[in-house]
């Protein structure tokens, strides 16, 4: 990709940024009643849905533990987010501000600050706690959002960010789900597919030049991030919040074929996109299969 193309893409996500920007504090009416039938998410991408225990819990555990998980899924993204804002910032620090590449990656740092911030308050508006991944997968995580670049930044973004969007997608569409999700899904999705193309071509830019050691780091690299990414999605926690055994709900889940599927669903073009150039396989593709990711 030439240096001209890249500043194409750039004036074009700029346009489009400029015509459809949304602010949550606005667009969501965070003063709407929260009706005690909908669930807080498509509940078949809930980790319990069609199994034995899914079978016996009442509606509103179900509708509970729904919406426990999308805030969970919420936190998980926040967290990334805030890693993705750091990698930007130090990856545009010595390029030029006149150019559409540095203004987009600005543009979408501004984006990000205001989806955390949006998927914060959901989780609020719905008075539940704010999942985050472990402490210590939060403290490894500094180490790479403190020194990953190129095609290892912008791909692990892809990880985190095409999953989110594919549950969305659902989510936004689905008359059963909270209206306060369906509104801040929206947003998010179309805000995000800018996002989701600025890190594409930044990953074939980067990548296409490298050498086959660093193909081989970048691949283990991501297979690290793509499984804590996927794994922390949802909090253990949130099963307790819905009257269950912590323990027994865990085991569903991990053995819960249907969820595994889903995780597959919402990272295949994520997949299909990194093995194209180059980026699965090697080790790393023991970490995806683990995750269910492939």
């Known amino acids: 990709m030439h240096v001209s193309d890249r500043q194409d893409t750039a004036e074009r996500l700029l346009a489009s940024a400029a015509r459809k920007s949304y602010d949550p504090l606005i667009e969501v009416d965070w003063d709407a009643p929260i009706p005690a039938d909908r669930y807080g998410m498509t509940p078949e991408w809930c ?6 225990l899914w079978d016996t819990m009442t509606e509103e555990q179900r509708v509970t533990l729904t919406k426990h998980e999308a805030a969970s899924i919420a936190g998980t993204g926040i967290w990334f987010e805030l890693i993705l804002m750091q990698m930007l910032v130090r990856d545009i620090y010595f390029h030029d501000p006149a150019t559409p590449h540095v203004q987009f990656a600005l543009t979408e740092i501004g984006d990000e600050c205001r989806h955390s911030t949006m998927f914060a308050r959901s989780a609020q508006r719905f008075g539940i706690p704010s999942y985050r ?5 939060r403290q490894a995580a500094r180490a790479f ?3 990953a670049t190129g095609s ?4 692990g973004t892809l990880f985190a960010e095409e999953i989110l969007d594919m549950m969305q997608r659902d989510f936004m569409r689905d008359e059963r789900v909270q209206p306060v999700t369906r509104t801040v899904s929206k947003i998010h999705v179309l805000e995000e597919s800018r996002h989701i193309k600025y890190a594409r071509e930044e990953t074939i830019r980067r990548i296409r030049s490298a050498s086959w050691f660093a193909r081989a780091r970048v691949r283990l ?3 690290v991030i793509a499984y804590f990414i996927v794994t922390s999605l949802v909090n253990p926690q949130v099963y307790s919040a819905a009257g269950l055994d912590v323990d027994a709900a865990k085991r569903a889940a991990k053995a819960n074929r249907h969820y595994h599927d889903k995780i597959r669903e919402g990272c295949a073009k994520t997949v299909e996109f990194l093995d194209e150039v180059g980026l699965i396989g090697g080790p790393s593709r023991l970490l995806l299969e683990r995750a269910h990711i492939v």
Do not use: M, N
């Open 47 to 52: 980790s319990l849905y069609g199994t034995e």
């Open 133 to 137: 991944p472990k402490w210590w997968i």
């Open 145 to 147: 959002k403190a020194t």
């Open 152 to 155: 290892l930044a912008y791909g």
């Open 221 to 223: 690299a991501l297979g």
